[in-house]
């Protein structure tokens, strides 16, 4: 199949709001990829690549040649050059991958070059989730896309379910199970801005769980041989000795655990996402980071107890067996509430304590790993600040000709200066980017080749999740996922919230 097909079908996507009309695409272009194509098309269509990493950085791609006339790529050619860039490494291999993307974007049209760079970017704004891929798929192949979803849950990705349905059809997904080593899709939690509205969607009574902001992990025990994925299904087995020794401890032979783990600081509140990441993101002496900056496992879910998968059982059978297998201090901080005013207590409780909101769970739900919906419903206090946008980069993929990424500011009350704290290109849609790029052109005052400078004369309403610790900025914190809410043309920046605000909002963090 040439390139040009799934480019064709990722802009047809991106021109339809139509949860049907995608799948349609998608389905007719499922039904045209011949067997050995089907992963690669699987995951371009769900918008992205299949290797997780190519070391292909957006100022390689920005530097593309002018794009081809005629469309002369296969999507097979497509996966064995970012095989081959993936794979490079050692002296000289930055500008060999180089050369390798350059001749790939040479090859490709224009429709091509911006397929290529939203699935390089992971930016391919084209509206369609892996959920619709599956369910196109199911259309595709004429199986029933629940089928689909869990063998895409158990073998640990869409792409691989896609490859069993070829070879096997729905006997072949029938046959998926889970297999204790192999990590699998973790089920995800919806969000509600507030108790009532979780009530509202999830009913009473329910399971309500700390909600911890650490790195979620699933772990694998069989026998003597601990494996650990985090969200994403990176493995980090060897990064967490501790959980490994307390998992590997526990008197069973085989286990599946969903959980977090979590950092403490020394007066008993959970440590900064930040710092938990960065002990789970780095391979570097892992014993003295563990010394440093021991992590615990908290685990709020069990899915396999020596040769039992339980799945398909509801939550209160599965937190039932928890109770007896895993000591009171493996599982994480619950309580179960049968009135709203129970539920608003224990959030209020749980964020005074320093967690990030909690999670109700409805009892009689089964784990749907890879999808959200009212079963798990997260709720978490939400911060808004109107900023100064200090500046906006380009955009690139579907934004390409945008002014997109902004720069985030609050005025410090006692120098004056603007301190910057981050950067978002999200919640914005179609009318407001091409608003702020008319904007921000007319407030330019300077430029480099990504990014435009504006005068801080913009105020924008930003809603975050809470600040973290930044040796990037100059205040020492930054934004956690921030997303633009509207733009305030009824403030001046003089009337734009202050450091301190952000500060007070935030709670105090202390740069490292």
């Not at 699987?42 to 100022?59: E, H, K, M, N, P």
């Not at 790029?437 to 930003?462: H, K, N």
Request: include cysteine; aromatic fraction near 6%.
């Amino acid at each position: 199949m040439l390139l040009e097909r799934v480019a064709a079908a990722s802009a047809a996507m991106a021109a339809t709001r139509s949860r049907i009309a995608k799948r349609e695409v998608i389905a007719a272009v499922l039904r045209d990829a011949e067997p050995a194509e089907i992963e690669i098309v699987v995951a371009y269509l769900a918008g992205s690549l299949r290797q997780r990493r190519t070391g292909i950085g957006w100022r390689t791609v920005s530097k593309a040649p002018p794009p081809a006339a005629e469309a002369t790529l296969s999507v097979t050619e497509v996966d064995a050059i970012f095989e081959a860039t993936a794979a490079l490494a050692g002296t000289g291999s930055a500008g060999r991958r180089a050369q390798l993307v350059a001749n790939l974007f040479g090859r490709a049209t224009e429709p091509e070059q911006r397929l290529l760079a939203g699935l390089i970017s992971g930016e391919l704004r084209q509206g369609a989730l892996e959920a619709q891929v599956q369910e196109g798929l199911a259309v595709a192949y004429e199986v029933p896309v629940a089928a689909v979803r869990r063998a895409a849950m158990l073998a640990s990705s869409t792409t691989a379910a896609a490859r069993v349905l070829v070879e096997g059809g729905l006997a072949g997904l029938a046959e998926v199970g889970l297999t204790v080593g192999t990590g699998i899709q973790p089920m995800l939690a919806a969000s509600a801005p507030d108790v009532t509205e979780a009530v509202g969607k999830a009913g009473l009574p329910l399971l309500v769980d700390h909600k911890l902001d650490g790195i979620r992990v699933q772990v694998h025990k069989d026998d003597d041989t601990i494996r650990m994925f985090t969200r994403s299904l990176d493995e980090i087995t060897e990064r967490l000795p501790e959980v490994s020794a307390t998992v590997a401890a526990l008197p069973y032979q085989r286990m599946v655990l969903d959980g977090e783990v979590l950092a403490f600081r020394p007066d008993g509140k959970p440590e900064s996402f930040q710092v938990i990441a960065s002990r789970t993101g780095s391979q570097l002496d892992v014993p003295a980071q563990a010394v440093r900056t021991p992590l615990r496992g908290f685990f709020f879910d069990l899915l396999h107890l020596d040769g039992r998968d339980l799945l398909d059982e509801p939550l209160s059978e599965r937190i039932r067996i928890m109770a007896e297998v895993l000591s009171p201090e493996l599982i994480v901080p619950r309580r179960f509430c049968e009135t709203e005013d129970e539920l608003a207590e224990v959030f209020r409780t749980a964020v005074l304590d320093g967690y990030e909101g909690v999670v109700v769970k409805r009892l009689d739900a089964p784990y749907a790993a890879g999808r959200r919906d009212s079963a798990w419903i997260k709720i978490k206090p939400r911060h808004t600040l109107d900023l100064i946008v200090t500046a906006a980069e380009w955009g690139h993929g579907r934004r390409k000709g945008w002014l997109s990424n902004l720069h985030l500011a609050a005025r410090d009350p006692a120098s004056g200066e603007l301190i910057m704290l981050g950067k978002t290109f999200k919640g914005m849609t179609d009318k407001l980017l091409a608003w702020q790029t008319d904007r921000f052109l007319e407030l330019e005052a300077s430029r480099d080749d990504y990014t435009v400078y504006v005068r801080p004369e913009t105020v924008v309403e930003i809603a975050f999740d809470g600040l973290q610790r930044s040796t990037r900025y100059p205040g020492g914190v930054a934004l956690r996922f921030a997303r633009v809410l509207r733009y305030r043309e009824d403030k001046t920046a003089d009337q734009a919230d202050t450091f301190d605000t952000v500060l007070a909002i935030g709670g105090t963090v202390e740069p490292e």
